[in-house]
């Protein structure tokens, strides 16, 4: 079946540090890729997608592309700030357009602490 | 637009009482809901996916007596955790997937306490 596996986290970074949270998955046919953040006690908010290969996603200064070949979508963002910590959950759902899209799987987070 | 507004936000019951939890798209059509249990500091399970109109599609070890999951409308699903007990303490997320388009969106999430 299908399946995302994320970084171990926690990562702790220095605020305006460079921020990678690798992320690699397995599925079958072109599925679509997701970056979800959660704040502590609140439910789960798209942060950026793709829907097919070397599509690049971005929002907020967030980044990650659709690598089909080395089947990855790892987030980046060049300068982090203290409110960007929270949960990452990279996540992927059978191919847009077919009748199972939207029944996300999805990693088991990463959770990120920026200090001042 | 595209919001999906989960009620309540937080619960806390007794052990052996039901308690329903409503996820409402409010400003759009979803023909299909899914709901997601996360349990402490760990991912998010798929639990079922309901379609509006007929009879949930429940996930593997999910005990679809246990959680009730009606969606008897455009706009409403709802998920009732029948004769509830400690180990269901846990967060329940829905999410709703628009009719016409294949975007969906999430609801913020129910905080249940079982003692």
């Known amino acids: 079946g299908d399946s995302v596996t994320q970084m171990e986290g926690p990562v702790t970074l220095s605020e305006e540090a460079f921020l990678t949270i690798n992320c690699t998955y397995t599925?079958?046919?072109?599925?679509?890729l997701f970056w979800y953040v959660q704040y502590p006690g609140e439910g789960l908010q798209l942060l950026l997608k793709a829907t097919k290969a070397d599509d690049k996603g971005s929002n907020k200064g967030f980044e990650a592309t659709y690598r089909k070949e080395t089947t990855s979508f790892h987030l980046e963002k060049g300068s982090v700030q203290v409110s960007d910590s929270a949960v990452y959950f990279c996540a992927l759902s059978p191919r847009a357009g077919g009748t199972s899209y939207g029944k996300l799987t999805f990693g088991q987070g990463t959770i990120l602490t920026v200090h001042p | 637009g595209a919001v999906v507004s989960q009620h309540p936000s937080r619960v806390i019951c007794k052990s052996g009482t039901s308690v329903k939890i409503e996820c409402r798209s409010l400003?759009?059509?979803?023909?299909?809901m899914f709901w997601y249990r996360q349990f402490p500091k760990q991912s998010l399970m798929l639990m079922a996916t309901s379609n509006e109109g007929s009879k949930a599609t429940y996930e593997q070890g999910v005990e679809k007596d246990k959680f009730l999951i009606n969606h008897a409308s455009l706009t409403l699903s709802t998920l009732t955790v029948t004769s509830a007990h400690p180990e269901d303490s846990s967060f329940y997320i829905c999410s709703a997937r628009r009719a016409g388009d294949y975007g969906y969106t999430f609801g913020s999430g129910t905080r249940l306490t079982v003692v």
């Open positions: 599925a079958t046919g072109y599925p679509s």
């Open positions: 400003d759009f059509q979803a023909t299909t």
